[in-house]
């Protein structure tokens, strides 16, 4: 028999091992919280660096950006580099995702140190393509109808102080009264859109 396993309500008095007693209180009323500072520096630009090779772009050449050949494809729904990259498994992905302190931000939030832990894929975006409008739009990483309690983590490698462009986006009120937004819903509502 699988057993679901729950989000931790603290119950069991464990200390908090990353966050603080506020940004606990935050993640359990907006359903997310940024850890500053998660992995060093060294390590992100390392991956930063691997990204851009990957890619076979320059990050100082911004006419390597949009290459013809392989922008193609994506015109008729994204820019090119507003997405996922196809990069998996790599050693610098897996140093991030088990240093420590990311490590014990996870077991802050299940309240167990059995994780069982996932490296998707990188997400790189670019400003887009010039003479293309990139609107974005909102989708899923998975079925909350179907699925149990998930947890995810975004890396960034930058800061952010733009706004307006990133690779995360989040409603918290849905977070709060996700089940009377459902029922606003389709009955077959289609979680991953099949343009994504």
């Known amino acids: ?54 890619e076979e772009l320059d990050p100082g ?11 193609e494809l994506k015109r008729k729904e994204l820019s090119f580099n507003a997405g996922m990259v196809e990069l998996y498994n790599h050693q610098f992905l897996w140093d991030n995702r088990q240093y420590p302190r990311v ?43 179907n699925d149990p309690e998930v947890v995810q983590g975004v890396l960034s490698l930058n800061d952010q102080t733009d706004e307006s462009v990133g690779g995360f986006q989040c409603i918290p009120e849905i977070f709060q009264n996700y089940a009377a937004w459902r029922n606003k819903q389709p009955e077959k509502f289609e979680w991953v859109s099949r343009k994504c």
């Open 103 to 145: 490590y014990d931000a996870f077991v802050d939030v299940w309240g167990r140190e059995d994780l069982w832990v996932t490296i998707d894929r990188v997400n790189f975006n670019l400003p887009p393509e010039p003479g293309i409008e990139f609107k974005g739009f909102m989708h899923w990483d998975y079925d909350p109808d």
């Open 61 to 71: 050449d911004q006419s390597t950006w949009y290459p013809e050949k392989r922008t």
């Open 1 to 54: 028999m699988n057993q679901i396993i729950k989000l931790t309500d603290r119950s069991s008095g464990n200390p908090l091992r990353v966050m603080s007693e506020e940004d606990w209180t935050f993640w359990k009323t907006n359903g997310y919280i940024v850890i500053k500072n998660a992995v060093p520096q060294k390590q992100t630009r390392r991956l930063a660096k691997l990204i851009w090779e990957f």
